[in-house]
């Protein structure tokens, strides 16, 4: 039997049994008058003692063909709903409060559960690992992360090794590609064989790169990403071997990988096989991801254990292996879920911790509202105590009330955590991970139902405890006429204020926190000026398309011409990588002419090549000598620029260091130092700024040994314009960049304030979630404060009337009220100053140029709170002291 | 709770149950015919409270033992609501009076064979 039915089936039952008592009765009533002569209301008692009580048989029979406790169950929540509406600003406040909090924390948890919860989206994802090494003594602070793969390592790993199953190197790229419609920069990613079968996962249609097309000079061919299938083929499945142009070379589509298929973290247009030269590998470059898929049973340790003994063959494998003997490189295994996750894991959980705070608040916020609606039943509650109504009985009806309210704000902050999510998504970082497979899913949804619950017994159990040990007697003689409020009813109360200050104390000074790093990163030169007037967009030269790297660099200059021709165009330059931008030219190491580096071995150093003008388009000051020109290019003279911090570490001063001399190896000739520009922060202005060493974009390369020239192929060009980031502005630029070449694509054009922007938007993200959750922390706060003390006001209406009769000042009076606020509120701060302590120590990651005990934000928040609660507690103090000592005697 | 005092105040559970049952099988009648029945057949012995009736019948109706239809009443010209035994209902009553015979039996054994004598 369907639930309808039965449900219908029960109405029928109900109508038929009234009517058929009724008949009873009426029946026994004519008889009584018939047989024994009785008038007809006389006969009608008769007929009713007789039959015993109506409404009581009629429930018992019902009673027969119900589940009784989901009856009286039904009863109750019946019963909540019609007091709910019977006060609709109580409704409204509480299920605001709640769908607001439930809200916050299922968007927040969604995040947080597809980016860090759930496994990667890779078959038996627990068995990746991402291959990292260890090179303490290679001198270079920078590697925070460690030291890269090699295509030389690979080699010899994957030969060797016993611990995968599948191992590869992979690295991101960007190529382009012609011939399709207008030429298009797209993103690749290379491969070597074992990277997709290590990922395991099969393309949608076609197949992996087999052997063959990792062999250098194998079969040319690529694998699509299933979103520039979709995009250039319309998923056109007749796209498998067909050619196109990348690089302009002609690839064979041998496969296209599922929607959704990332290579780690990174998406791709294009996969390209990587194919390594096994005869003209050296130990460099460490440029390359590492992944690999352990054996069943296989540990990382045991991993790691397993390549340490393969380094020496490695050493011995390649020419000049063994000088990184001194690199004591060691692997450093680490599973590749911890890399895809990276720094964002301490945002998430900062910020679930503090939505997680957020909802406590308003939990004991909407705790705190229900004492004091019970406080104003506790006459009925106590007389029904009386009657013998069970406590049992008492308690369920409170908690079945903040089930209710529980769960209907749960209902409506489905509303709110979508929204929360697009705001979170849209607000998130950029390098926020995994975001496409954030969404509201069954495991949102059962976290909502358990969240609705879970706080509805908590912040109902706060009343139902309370009133349930209720003496009957003394609630019947305590709360009357003749008293003030008693002190255990406040206690409840009085201890929620002190957690909600607590609790918004630890919230804003978070924030605080939070607003002192923004402002000291704003602070921090980033060595480079006016970033909203600097235009960057990426170009490259394939060498498929412009063979001779003279002319490369030739085809650059062009365009650095055409782009200077455009009208506003204050100075252009171009370099192999801007601040900020997150990519890392080169590092090596340099030798100083007259030191000795028999004992200390030379350091790594950061390189960049720039061209001529490049330091002014991007306000990079000069500091000493002057900037490269374009003969010192052509005619590969000897010429370098370093920063600042280097001119002086080595030589002094700035001005010393014109006309010294540095070369990159024993081999090489000495280079002169033409420059010194100020020191730029190239990785983000809560970095340190790191020494960087300038080279000219076309030189003789130095670590080969025959002369070779090698040009910068792909290239950042800055264009200093008042019209930078402009539509028109940028037209113009594409327009003069395809008059040199109409196959080289214009690609990433942002200006470096865009740049600076997302820079800083791991620290603003954290910002914005911080203020909003502090603003809402103090805002429940306050209306705590606010309801407590008005709520205290109300109930000593009369004894503040005996007290102004006998002679109470109104500033004694308002003073009274307010010092009960400062008194709960000196203790919350109190707790709350400890527990920030505490928890600040976790933000210590997210902090720049602030201690996390910082004593502005220390001092300042509890003055904030101090002032507000005094405000939230003067109001309603000021309507005590505004009664009339009569009319509240004659009151009640 | 209470509902429990109130029905084993004068009967053993099931025994209105019993009753109803083989008033039916003599007769189909509506609820108030079925009280002045029992209450004519047990000389006013039993005191039961009217209204307790109702409870009895809708648990027989549950389980099946009888069945309930509207119809106009004859005498009064009002509608009434007659129940019948069913075949289940009828097989059920034989079952509960060979096993209250058996329980009166055994009852009277333990009260003594003089007292069980004289009433027989």
Do not use: C
């Amino acid at each position: 039997m369907s639930w309808w039915d039965q449900f219908a089936r029960v109405r029928h039952l109900d109508r038929d049994l009234s009517e058929e008592l009724q008949e009873h009765i009426e029946e026994r009533t004519e008889q009584l008058m018939r047989l024994e002569h009785l008038s007809r209301a006389d006969a009608r008692k008769a007929a009713l003692v007789a039959f015993g009580n109506p409404s009581l048989v009629e429930q018992r029979s019902r009673e027969v063909w119900q589940w009784r406790t989901l009856d009286s169950m039904l009863a109750d929540v019946r019963l909540a709903l019609r007091r709910l509406r019977k006060s609709p600003g109580f409704a409204f406040t509480i299920l605001l409060t709640l769908a607001i909090g439930i809200g916050a924390n299922t968007a927040v948890f969604s995040v947080v559960d597809s980016v860090l919860l759930k496994p990667l989206p890779y078959p038996d994802s627990d068995r990746l690992v991402s291959l990292w090494l260890r090179a303490p003594g290679a001198g270079i602070a920078d590697f925070a992360d460690g030291l890269m793969m090699s295509p030389s390592m690979f080699l010899v790993f994957s030969e060797h090794n016993r611990s995968f199953e599948s191992m590869g190197i992979w690295s991101p790229r960007t190529a382009n590609v012609t011939g399709l419609a207008q030429p298009e920069e797209v993103h690749t990613i290379v491969v070597s064989d074992g990277v997709l079968q290590s990922l395991g996962v099969a393309p949608a249609i076609g197949r992996w790169f087999s052997q063959a097309d990792q062999e250098p000079h194998g079969a040319k061919t690529i694998i699509l990403s299933y979103g520039y299938w979709q995009r250039r083929f319309g998923g056109d499945p007749e796209v498998i071997g067909r050619s196109i142009q990348v690089d302009s070379q002609a690839r064979e589509i041998v496969g296209v990988m599922p929607r959704g298929f990332r290579v780690v973290d990174r998406d791709f247009d294009i996969v390209v096989p990587l194919a390594p030269e096994r005869t003209i590998q050296d130990g460099p470059p460490f440029g390359y991801f590492g992944v690999a898929r352990l054996k069943r049973g296989i540990t990382i340790n045991q991993a790691d254990a397993d390549v340490t003994t393969l380094l020496p063959i490695w050493m011995n494998s390649w020419r000049f292996g063994h000088y990184f003997a001194v690199w004591r490189i060691a692997p450093d295994f680490r599973s590749l879920k911890k890399q895809v996750i990276g720094q964002v894991g301490s945002i998430l959980w900062v910020v679930m911790a503090t939505v997680g705070l957020v909802m406590l608040l308003a939990s004991v916020n909407v705790a705190n509202l229900l004492l004091v609606r019970a406080d104003s039943r506790q006459q009925e509650l106590s007389i029904r105590a009386a009657l013998g109504a069970g406590r049992a009985r008492i308690a369920r009806e409170l908690l079945t009330e903040s089930l209710v309210l529980g769960l209907l704000g749960g209902g409506l902050s489905t509303g709110v955590a979508s929204g929360g999510l697009t705001l979170l998504t849209a607000l998130g970082p950029a390098q926020l991970p995994r975001l496409s497979e954030v969404s509201l899913d069954g495991r949102s949804t059962l976290f909502t139902l358990f969240l609705s619950i879970f706080s509805a017994l908590f912040f109902g159990s706060i009343p139902a405890i309370k009133y349930a040990y209720t003496e009957a007697s003394d609630a019947l003689s305590g709360s009357n006429r003749t008293s003030s409020s008693s002190r255990t009813q406040n206690r409840s109360r009085n201890v929620l204020v002190i957690t909600q200050v607590a609790m918004a104390l630890v919230l804003l000074v978070s924030s605080a926190l939070m607003i002192r790093t923004f402002i000291a990163l704003r602070n921090v030169n980033p060595g480079f000026s006016d970033p909203t007037h600097v235009q960057t967009m990426r170009t490259s030269i394939p060498s498929s398309m412009v063979p001779d790297e003279r002319m490369a660099t030739r085809v650059e200059n062009d365009i650095l011409d055409r782009l200077s021709a455009i009208p506003d165009v204050t100075a252009v330059g171009f370099a192999a990588s801007v601040p900020l931008d997150g990519v890392d030219a080169d590092w090596n190491q340099l030798q100083v002419e007259g030191r000795d580096y028999n004992i200390n071995k030379p350091q790594m150093w950061l390189y960049d090549y720039v061209s001529p003008g490049y330091f002014r388009a991007m306000g990079i000051h000069l500091v000493a000598g002057r900037d490269f020109n374009w003969t010192d290019n052509y005619d590969l003279r000897h010429k370098m620029i370093v920063s600042e911090s280097f001119a002086r570490a080595e030589w002094g001063s700035a001005a010393n260091a014109i006309g010294k001399h540095a070369r990159q190896s024993n081999r090489n000739p000495w280079d002169e130092v033409i420059g010194v520009v100020a020191d730029v922060h190239q990785h983000g202005v809560d970095e340190k700024a790191p020494t960087i060493i300038y080279w000219p974009v076309l030189m003789i390369i130095p670590y080969i040994p025959q002369t070779t020239i090698g040009a910068e192929r792909n290239v950042t060009f800055a264009i200093h314009s008042k019209r930078a980031g402009t539509e028109n502005f940028l037209s113009q630029v594409r327009r003069a960049v395809s008059s040199v070449n109409p196959n080289l694509p214009v690609a990433g054009a942002r200006t470096m304030q865009e740049v600076y922007a997302q820079s800083l938007q791991r620290q603003s993200f954290t910002l914005v979630m911080l203020a909003i959750a502090a603003a809402m922390a103090l805002a429940l706060g306050i209306v705590g404060i606010y309801g407590v003390i008005s709520y205290s006001v109300s109930q000593r209406t009369r004894e503040i009337g005996i007290r102004m009769a006998l002679g109470a000042q109104k500033g004694g009076v308002k003073w009274m009220f307010v010092r009960s606020a400062l008194t709960l509120t000196v203790v919350g701060v109190g707790i709350g100053l400890a527990t920030a302590a505490a928890l600040t120590q976790f933000m210590r990651t997210l902090l720049f140029g602030v201690h996390p005990l910082d004593p502005v934000a220390f001092i300042a928040v509890p003055v904030v709170l101090v002032l507000a609660a005094t405000l939230a507690s003067y109001l309603p103090a000021a309507r005590a002291a505004a009664i009339n000592a009569v009319d509240a005697l004659k009151a009640q | 709770m209470e509902n429990e005092k109130a029905a084993s105040r004068d009967l053993f559970p099931g025994a209105l149950e019993m009753m109803i049952l083989e008033s039916l099988r003599r007769q189909p009648a509506h609820g108030y015919a079925l009280v002045q029945h029992i209450q004519q057949r047990s000389n006013d012995l039993l005191q039961v409270e009217e209204g307790s009736l109702y409870p009895a019948l809708q648990r027989l109706l549950k389980s099946k033992l009888v069945t309930a239809e509207w119809t106009v009443s004859s005498a009064t010209n009002r509608r009434v609501r007659i129940y019948q035994i069913t075949k289940a209902g009828l097989r059920h009553l034989e079952r509960e009076i060979s096993a209250f015979d058996r329980m009166l039996d055994g009852i009277q054994m333990v009260l003594g064979p003089e007292r069980g004598i004289e009433h027989s």
